[in-house]
Each structure stands twice: as C-alpha cells, then as structure tokens.
C-alpha cells in the first residue's frame, strides 16, 4: 500500500478545527493495522509561528481533547477522561498566575473551554 493510498483510504478527521486531528488520525490508523511510528530526532518547526499562548489556541485544545478521546474510544472513556482534562488545564491556570501573568487569560479560556467540553460526552440537547 502506498503512502498515497493510505491518505485516501484514512483521510485526517474533520471534526477539528486545529488541534488533535493528528492524534485521532493516528488512532484509526493503528486500529487499521497500520505501523504508526514516531522520531523523537525528527523536528517540525512552522514558518511564521509563534511562541505565545493564545486564547483560541486554547479553547481548541482543551475542548478537543475530550472531543477526540469520545471519537477514538467512546463516551464512557470521555467521561473518565473529563476530570483530568479539567483538573490539567486548572493547573495551567494557576501556574500562569504566578509564572506568566501575561498568558493567563488564555489559560482560563482553556479552563473555560475544558469544563464546557462536557458537551462532547453528553450532548446539549441530551442533559436533564
């Protein structure tokens, strides 16, 4: 099978803005039967990117965290994941308090974000 059919074949998922999309592609990919292999000596680096911690970059990651745990291994492992995220993004949160007070806005956008992801596990209409 060739490189290019495999990206026909298990396309990135489109359910992400930014943010995990390679993550969940992994997933299938392995679940396929697929060597999925990483070079910790192979580095990427964006042309034009940027060092700062931004509040939409946040939210996306937060939030699509538990989107992609519920996509790849269900509702119930969303669910046992939920608390972590929230609770690791709190911790951004109080380490950008007292490290980096200029990131903190975007960190509590983050926490934001991962306590609302709780739509990803029980959708809006759902909820009682």
Known sequence: VTARQTLFDHPLPAAYFLYWEE?????????????V????????VHAGGRADVRTA???????????????TQGRWAAARAYPIVVAWNARLV???????????RARLAGLAAAVASITEIVPTGSRR
């Open 23 to 35: 993550s969940e592609w992994f997933w299938w990919l392995r679940q396929a039967g697929l060597r």
């Open 37 to 44: 292999m990483y070079e910790p000596a192979a580095v990427a």
């Open 57 to 71: 970059k946040s939210r996306l990651m937060a939030r699509n965290a538990v989107r992609c745990i519920r996509r």
């Open 94 to 104: 109080v380490t950008a308090a007292a490290r980096r007070p200029a990131w903190l």
